[in-house]
Nanobody, 113 residues
Framework: QVQLVESGGGLVQPGGSLRLSCLAS????????MSWYRQAPGKQREYVAT???????NYADSVKGRFTISRDNGKKTVYLQIDSLKPDDTAVYYC???????WGQGTLVAVSS
C-alpha cells in the first residue's frame, strides 16, 4: 500500500522559510515523478511544483523563485523549500504521486505576524 506522509508545516512570520517533507512508503520513489499542491482556506487546490524521476523540476508561475522542490531517493523523501513566505502562502500543502491519484494527508503552513 502506497502512503505519503507530509511534515514540516507550522506558523511562520512573513519573510520566513520552511522546508516541507513528504515521506513515501510502499513505492520505489526514485521511479516516480512527485508533486506538491496546496489549498488555501476557501479556495480550490492548486498545483505548486513537480520533480520527475530524473530530477527535472517544474513550478507554478506564482511560486517560481521562492519555492524549491527536491528529492532524496535514499530517504524516500521529497522536499519543498519555501522562502520569503507571504500571507498568501497560507494553505494546506499536499504531496502527490504525479501520475497517480495518491495523496498525502497534508501539512498546514500558516504565515502571519
Amino acid at each position: 500500500q502506497v502512503q505519503l506522509v507530509e511534515s514540516g508545516g507550522g506558523l511562520v512570520q512573513p519573510g520566513g522559510s520552511l522546508r516541507l517533507s513528504c515521506l513515501a512508503s510502499g513505492i520505489t520513489i526514485r521511479l516516480y515523478a512527485m508533486s506538491w499542491y496546496r489549498q488555501a482556506p476557501g479556495k480550490q487546490r492548486e498545483y505548486v511544483a513537480t520533480i520527475d524521476s530524473s530530477g527535472n523540476t517544474n513550478y507554478a508561475d506564482s511560486v517560481k523563485g521562492r519555492f524549491t522542490i527536491s528529492r532524496d531517493n535514499g530517504k524516500k523523501t521529497v522536499y519543498l523549500q519555501i522562502d520569503s513566505l507571504k500571507p498568501d502562502d497560507t494553505a494546506v500543502y499536499y504531496c502527490k504521486m504525479t501520475d497517480r491519484e495518491v495523496w498525502g494527508q497534508g501539512t498546514l503552513v500558516a504565515v502571519s505576524s
